[in-house]
């Protein structure tokens, strides 16, 4: 199998780096930083708009979504190799956590042709809410409510984490719509503007505030939020998908989310990043690129680094083809973060007490990034779902193992 690019592909993807060395300046890659600018919502300025503006007219937003909502009715190996470019030099263009593949795939038909547009052009966005404070890894066991009220929900309850919470338009919010059914049962997805009454935004600095990261950092942004809903009164039009079916469609919209190249990207910039860095870098006479030790435990970890491009590459295969998407997303959510962990204590095990100092430090290597990595890796284990919750997904779903309830049953 030819794992290469075509020579059509391999002219897009340079046609991609012009255009950002043509478009991209300093100071619209300060707006871009989201580590930098954690009090401003992140590209929204007119020089960004303009900018999102000639992306869209080029063709290289909403790549594969269909023309009739806004897209550009493209193949998925075109939009990761775009995308690929743009989230190296800092900008997002996919759609990863937007919302969009959820609503493309559980929308009514109004939602698609409200929503999938503007998303693709940015002129909405979405937060994540999800988790809540006694409802992390166990999500199904959130408390948040709607109660149905002829045709409206009244929400209340409280989220964590929600990242962007105080930036976006919207939220996409997961709450409990029926107290009796079984925990994975009865609850439901809605798409809330922010701006509804009774919802009540407030920061949670993150460790990586002060000093701010580095924008290559993974995991590098100063602020999440924690949000509050009293009493707030929604449309029955926000509903995404069928009543109490949410976990369902949750779970899809997680699935669908990882594919791409921004989320590979994640786990393997580490990798690129240690050994551009090795390669020209000495100290104090000590090359490290020439050390044996080293050289063998990058060549170890490039390699796992192939594993998870060549994972990425398997699950848009699937969803190209329009196949049975089902434990893939999950397998590549247990091995990708892990592998970022063990890059990032690597690395730190390779530069020494180097591989500590912030950027705020003097004698900081490459402005901190590594030191600043190491804070935000052991995060990606658990953001979007635990390692943990995704093994049991690739165990159930992957290899048709019964669940522990069902085991204990069987034993009984």
């Not at 009090?39 to 290289?60: L, Q, V």
């Not at 550009?72 to 190296?88: A, C, H, N, S």
């Not at 409510?145 to 989220?159: E, H, P």
């Not at 509903?239 to 079916?245: I, R, Y």
Request: with cysteine.
């Amino acid at each position: 199998m030819d794992f290469g690019y075509t020579p059509q592909q391999e002219a897009l993807r340079r046609e991609v780096r012009q255009f950002i060395r043509d478009n991209m300046t300093p100071d619209l890659a300060e707006e871009m930083d989201v580590h930098a600018n954690a009090e401003r919502p992140r590209g929204t300025s007119p020089s960004a708009h303009e900018f999102y503006r000639k992306i869209y007219e080029r063709g290289w937003l909403g790549i594969t979504y269909p023309k009739a909502y806004g897209g550009q009715g493209g193949d998925r190996l075109t939009q990761y190799i775009v995308e690929e470019e743009f989230t190296r030099a800092g900008v997002n263009i996919a759609l990863n956590g937007s919302g969009a593949p959820a609503i493309m795939a559980a929308g009514t038909e109004e939602q698609k042709q409200y929503y999938i547009p503007r998303l693709i052009k940015r002129e909405i966005s979405f937060c994540l809410g999800f988790t809540e404070p006694h409802a992390g890894a166990d999500l199904a066991n959130l408390k948040c409510s709607a109660v149905r009220d002829g045709d409206y929900y009244v929400i209340n309850g409280q989220k964590m984490y929600t990242t962007a919470a105080h930036s976006a338009t919207h939220i996409y919010l997961m709450a409990r719509t029926d107290r009796s059914a079984p925990k994975h049962d009865g609850i439901s997805i809605f798409l809330i503007p922010m701006d509804a009454p009774g919802i009540t935004v407030r920061p949670l600095w993150t460790i990586q505030n002060n000093p701010t990261a580095p924008l290559p950092t993974t995991y590098g942004a100063s602020r999440t939020n924690e949000t509050f809903f009293d009493d707030v009164r929604v449309h029955k039009s926000c509903l995404l998908g069928e009543e109490n079916k949410g976990w369902r469609v949750g779970s899809m919209g997680l699935n669908l989310d990882r594919v791409g190249a921004s989320r590979y990207l994640i786990s393997v910039r580490r990798d690129e990043d240690i050994v551009n860095f090795v390669k020209s870098t000495r100290f104090d006479g000590f090359e490290p690129g020439k050390d044996p030790a080293i050289r063998d435990k990058i060549a170890e970890m490039w390699i796992e680094a192939q594993v998870c491009r060549l994972m990425t590459m398997r699950s848009m295969s699937i969803v190209e083809r329009g196949g049975k998407f089902t434990y893939e997303g999950s397998a590549e959510k247990v091995w990708a973060p892990e592998h970022g962990v063990r890059t990032t204590e690597a690395i730190t095990q390779m530069l020494g007490p180097y591989g500590s100092l912030l950027r705020t430090s003097p004698h900081a290597i490459e402005d901190g990034v590594f030191a600043h990595n190491v804070m935000g890796s052991f995060q990606s284990g658990i953001n979007h779902g635990s390692v943990q919750v995704m093994r049991d997904q690739v165990a159930r779903r992957g290899l048709g193992m019964p669940s522990s309830r069902k085991s204990r049953k069987a034993e009984g």
